[in-house]
């Protein structure tokens, strides 16, 4: 059986964030591929955000594969021209279509209903796919493959007991399905000039933030430690890799791990590094050993200046760990990047406020200050449907984009409205950045790392700006 | 595939086959708790419920080769340790590579007579979620275990024992036992305390226990401190039970639901509401229950009731520091009558101060009392109890030559562990057992009763399970 991917493009509403965003390599969908590969079937990737295809050259591309199923993952942010995708793929082709990802699983019935796409797989797709695909080619009932969301004479039927498929934690992702080498982390994530590629150590996040769209539920599974080492192994032989983003939601959940990791990870590239992670898991020595090991920078998600805010999320951190988790990393000479979000329920222009003073105070390397959208599986899009805020048929998933848009956020679930929100969200950018010690300091890092930084700082300036400059 | 630890509950000896026919085995919560805990971690864990598969020792084995575990732990009660030792030899065999760990109250009292085993590595002492989690990142990383709180190890030869455990401030915060990892539609309940016949759940909604009862070993592990689940909490678990596995019938092995009335009377009345189709039985004091609250606890699907009724002699529960009366027990049972719920009273026979004369009383008491059920079982001194420590001080007991499988207290097909009684035998102990079992289950109004009771083919057959455990239990030579 051959299976063709795709990974869509984002829409032109992100495209601001274009040069300074980076483009990583869909994890998610290489491991659908891999595994379904490793069971002795064929398949390739077409992950158009690195190679920006016509739809005329997709056409043409599948054609010449001549694939049994098509698989498309989408997000929030790039359903619409996933939906486009399988428009044209149903005139053109009749080779069943399948949508996977994050959005989809949130909105199954919507998926199937509001685009031209035969099936929708919610939640992991590894072995749902497969079954499907042999379904598909061998015949037999499609009732019993879990997550499988489909039309049935003109009704949709979802099985929403997920495919357990535990064997993924032993996996390879086959690397050389993606194009390597067109990837590059976002301007502020840059670590060197060389090659880049994104792991992924374990899936899912035994957390319960409220704005996060939970694709695993609870789930929270540690990948096999040798074959995310090989797989490390073999991006540093096969690309020369230099750098790479470990992409779990929190690699540092499990401290012995994370130093256990690193050590490998040193030793057989010797790449430098970032990852994810919690500031109530900042740690000294693990901090240092990590830093010894390569780790470049950690992002945090700190969301909020505001301990009153913190706790409505249930993100289960308080400003003082935060204030503590920077300290640390500054002593372990690790830069910060502090993810913030603005317009969480509560929020007040006071509260904003105080958010950007404090982030000013502590003084991370990097922030973000993002307004809140309400991802589908989330607990806040469920509050704003409820509330009427957001009407499924009508929201415009184009907005769905959390910094650097060029629209405005689909709602509000603060008393600020939107377009309140997006000024105060390029006020608080001025304000963080346009400060001499700021810029002072990337100077240093300029006149420190090289050329390759003076790049970097460039684009990313460039990127503010415009932004600043943009009126919606 | 690799999984990172298999947990195992091992089968019972031989010594407990009758015991097996009347009781059911109900989900091995400990080994579960452990194992949702450590897979929310994001370890990979699978459980082998051997009490229930019986698996003979080549299915075992291969059933943990097929799993490729890094570690394997057992959870090891007094009566399981020989079987539990069994198990470890045959993971040894597989590989001597596998590091296995024991848990369990045994473990926690005695690690030492595990230890010397060449086949155990590692005891966990005390409650064991927390301590699993950073043993295994040990094991699994490479990392020193000895800064590890709560286990007992080899180093050298030498056994060494860390700082204790200290107890989880929170037990909201853990996880749903990993009920998906269990034979869930194989458990049952004994054939006295079975409800319905649809698919049955063991819950515990708070740990330990205040009081001090001579004859519990509880204290050890718990530390006389009592920690509770909060309501929605409990509720949570039920409903995902009743969900997912049509169960719809639950028990609470709490040392006593009453404990905080307050907060019982809360889950009754959730029960009552979210879940008005599910019965349970729990485990009370005779001095905590009231008519006000049996008659919430009837509303809210409770069918049965088990006390510790111990003792029908004054004497005796004074002795062993019930801090319970006669008196209690009498309106207890009264109580359950008065509010259609069965009661099932446990007694224990043979403790150090008992006497021909004290047994009589109960024997009588226990006629005049007519619970629903009673079970009358032969004192056995539980490692970690007040007795068998003062056993052990005394020279009465030896640990070395102890025969594990002799700690069976009730239905066991052979001697009493030890005797610690002056004035009654093991054979007079054995005797008095059987007699209390006929004379309180052989009364013609009883027969009648439980008869009447039978209402469809389910309860017909418990009710045989039941006859057929009392007539083995007749038959069986103790003393040959």
């Known amino acids: 059986m051959k299976a063709f991917f795709i990974n869509p493009h984002m829409p032109a509403s992100s495209w601001f964030n274009s040069s300074a965003a980076g483009i990583s390599p869909p994890l998610g969908l290489l491991s659908i591929a891999s595994y379904f590969i490793e069971k002795g079937n064929d398949a390739i990737i077409l992950d158009n955000s690195a190679e920006m295809l016509s739809e005329k050259n997709i056409i043409e591309k599948i054609k010449r594969y001549a694939p049994d199923i098509i698989g498309i993952t989408a997000t929030t942010t790039n359903f619409n021209v996933a939906k486009g995708l399988v428009s044209i793929i149903k005139k053109e082709t009749d080779i069943p279509v399948v949508l996977g990802g994050h959005h989809v699983s949130a909105l199954p019935e919507y998926s199937i209903e509001s685009t031209e796409a035969d099936f929708v797989i919610i939640g992991e797709g590894e072995k749902s796919f497969l079954m499907l695909a042999e379904k598909i080619k061998n015949g037999g009932s499609l009732a019993d493959i879990g997550g499988l969301c489909r039309k049935e004479n003109g009704k949709t039927i979802v099985n929403r007991n997920i495919e357990n498929i535990e064997d993924i934690k032993d996996l390879k992702l086959d690397y050389s399905l993606l194009p390597i080498e067109k990837y590059r982390p976002s301007l502020s994530r840059r670590l060197t000039p060389g090659i880049f590629s994104a792991v992924i150590t374990s899936r899912g996040c035994p957390y319960k933030c409220k704005f996060c769209s939970k694709l695993y539920g609870e789930k929270y599974l540690l990948r096999n430690e040798e074959t995310v080492i090989k797989e490390i192994e073999f991006l540093k032989k096969k690309y020369n890799i230099s750098e790479l983003i470990i992409w ?15 050590r490998y990870i040193k030793k057989v590239s010797s790449a430098f590094w970032s990852c994810y992670s919690r500031v109530d898991k900042a740690d000294d020595k693990l901090y240092f050993e990590l830093s010894n090991n390569g780790l470049k920078e950690i992002v945090f998600g700190a969301e909020s200046g505001n301990d009153n805010i913190l706790k409505n999320i249930d993100k289960k951190i308080t400003k003082d760990q935060t204030k503590t988790a920077i300290e640390l990393t500054k002593k372990a000479k690790i830069s910060s990047f502090v993810s913030v979000i603005l317009g969480l329920p509560g929020e007040t222009r006071q509260t904003i406020e105080e958010t950007i003073d404090f982030f000013i ?8 200050f993002t307004t809140l959208i309400p991802f589908p599986g989330s607990e806040y899009f469920d509050t704003a449907i409820k509330k009427g805020l957001i009407d499924l048929k009508n929201t415009d998933w184009d907005s769905y984009v959390t910094i650097f848009s060029s629209k405005l956020p689909p709602c509000s679930l603060c008393d600020l409205t939107p377009k309140e929100l997006v000024k105060l969200q390029k006020y608080a950018m001025r304000k963080f950045l346009f400060r001499p010690k700021y810029i002072k300091k990337h100077f240093n890092k300029i006149l420190k790392e090289g050329f390759f930084r003076a790049g970097t700082v460039y684009k990313g300036a460039k990127t503010v700006l415009k932004h600043q400059l943009h009126k919606i | 595939m690799t999984t990172d630890i298999v947990l195992i509950s091992p089968h019972q000896p031989k010594t407990a086959k009758i015991l097996r026919t009347a009781s059911g085995i109900t989900q091995p919560l400990s080994i579960s708790y452990i194992a949702s805990f450590l897979i929310k971690n994001g370890y990979s864990v699978k459980i082998i ?3 229930i598969e019986n698996l003979t020792p080549i299915d075992l084995e291969t059933r943990i080769r097929q799993f490729n575990p890094i570690s394997v732990g057992i959870t090891v009660s007094t009566s399981s340790t020989n079987t539990a030792i069994e198990i470890a030899k045959i993971v040894k065999k597989i590989n001597g590579e596998i590091k296995v760990i024991a848990g369990g109250i045994q473990p926690t009292i005695l690690p030492h007579i595990l230890l010397k085993n060449n086949e155990i ?5 005390g409650e064991g979620e927390i301590t699993s989690l950073e043993l295994l990142r040990a094991i699994k990383y490479n990392r020193d275990i000895s800064e590890i709180n709560g286990i007992a190890y080899k180093k050298n030869g030498e056994i060494k024992i860390t700082e204790p455990r200290k107890l989880i401030d929170n037990l909201d915060e853990l996880p749903i036992p990993a009920y998906e990892l269990l034979p869930m539609n194989r458990y049952t309940l004994p054939a006295s305390r079975r409800l319905t016949s649809y698919p049955i759940a063991s819950v515990i909604t708070s740990r330990g226990c205040p009081y001090l009862c001579k004859f519990c070993s509880h204290n050890t592990v718990f530390k006389n401190k009592v920690r509770f689940r909060s309501p929605e909490n409990v509720l949570e678990e039920m409903k995902y039970l009743r969900k997912k596995f049509d169960v719809r019938e639950f028990v609470f092995w709490d040392d006593s639901i009453l404990l905080d009335k307050n907060r019982a009377i809360k889950i009754f009345n959730m029960i009552k509401k979210e879940l008005p189709d599910i019965y349970f039985t729990c485990s009370s004091r005779v001095d905590h229950i009231n008519e006000g609250i049996a008659k919430l606890m009837y509303e809210a699907g409770c069918r049965m009731i088990l006390f510790g009724a111990e003792s029908g002699s004054q004497k005796i529960l004074d002795s062993i520091n019930k801090q319970i009366t006669v008196g209690q027990t009498i309106k207890a049972v009264e109580i359950c009558r008065n509010n259609k719920i069965m009661s099932f009273c446990s007694f224990i026979i043979g403790t150090p101060e008992e006497t ?8 009588r008491f226990v006629l005049k009392l007519d619970p629903d059920f009673a079970i009358f079982t ?30 069976i207290n009730l239905l066991s097909s052979s001697a009493p562990a030890a005797s610690v009684n002056s004035d009654l035998t093991k054979e007079e102990l054995v005797y008095y057992q059987k007699k209390l079992f006929r004379d309180f289950y052989l009364r013609a109004s009883y027969i009648l009763k439980r008869i009447k009771k039978i209402k469809n083919k389910q309860m017909f057959y418990q009710t ?4 057929k455990a009392i007539i083995k239990l007749e038959a069986n030579k103790f003393y040959e």
């Open chain 1, 248 to 262: 779990d939601d929190t690699f540092t959940f499990e401290k012995e791990r994370a130093i256990y990791l690193s």
């Open chain 1, 361 to 368: 105070s502590i003084d991370p390397d990097y922030t973000a």
């Open chain 2, 49 to 51: 419920d051997n009490d």
């Open chain 2, 121 to 125: 590595d590692i005891c966990v002492m």
């Open chain 2, 356 to 363: 021909k004369e004290t047994l009589e009383e109960t024997r």
């Open chain 2, 378 to 407: 032969i004192f056995t001194p539980l490692p970690g109890s007040y007795y068998f420590n003062r056993l052990i001080n005394n020279g009465e007991i030896d640990i070395g030559s102890a025969n594990w499988n002799d700690y």
């Open chain 2, 464 to 467: 045989i399970r039941g006859v």
